[in-house]
């Protein structure tokens, strides 16, 4: 599977966004998908994921109230919608996909930068 996020980019504290991220060639299951970050000199850290089947979300505590991830399962593409956005939040996102409650995140996709100025 080959993930393909977008959506990033330059925004003033207190902005929003919103990322995509589709997934496309062989996909035999998704069981997560999620977002994570990694902000300059700092390692990737999660921040939302979505139970592709249930719909159940986990946020990062960071972003509880600020984001939220959706899904659209027939296009197998999920979002990040980013409301209030604090300069602590500029990072690279990433999407990765969980494929069975027995398999940790993988098939990273390129990342999007987003930055976000005070």
């Known amino acids: 599977v080959q993930l393909q996020a977008s959506g990033g980019g330059l925004v003033q504290a207190g902005g929003s966004l919103r990322l995509s991220c589709a997934a496309s060639?062989?996909?035999?299951?998704?069981?997560?998908m999620g977002w994570f970050r990694q902000a300059p000199g700092k390692d990737r850290t999660f921040v939302a994921s979505?139970?592709?089947?249930?719909?159940?979300?986990r946020y990062e505590d960071s972003v509880k109230g600020r984001f939220t991830i959706l899904r659209d399962n027939a296009k197998n593409t999920v979002y990040l919608q980013m409301n209030s956005l604090k300069p602590e939040d500029t990072a690279v996102y990433y999407c990765?996909?969980?494929?069975?409650?027995?398999?940790?995140?993988?098939?990273w996709g390129q990342g999007t930068l987003v930055t976000v100025s005070s």
């Open positions: 979505i139970g592709w089947s249930s719909g159940n979300t």
């Open positions: 990765a996909v969980r494929p069975t409650p027995y398999q940790p995140f993988g098939s």
């Open positions: 060639g062989r996909i035999p299951s998704i069981y997560v």
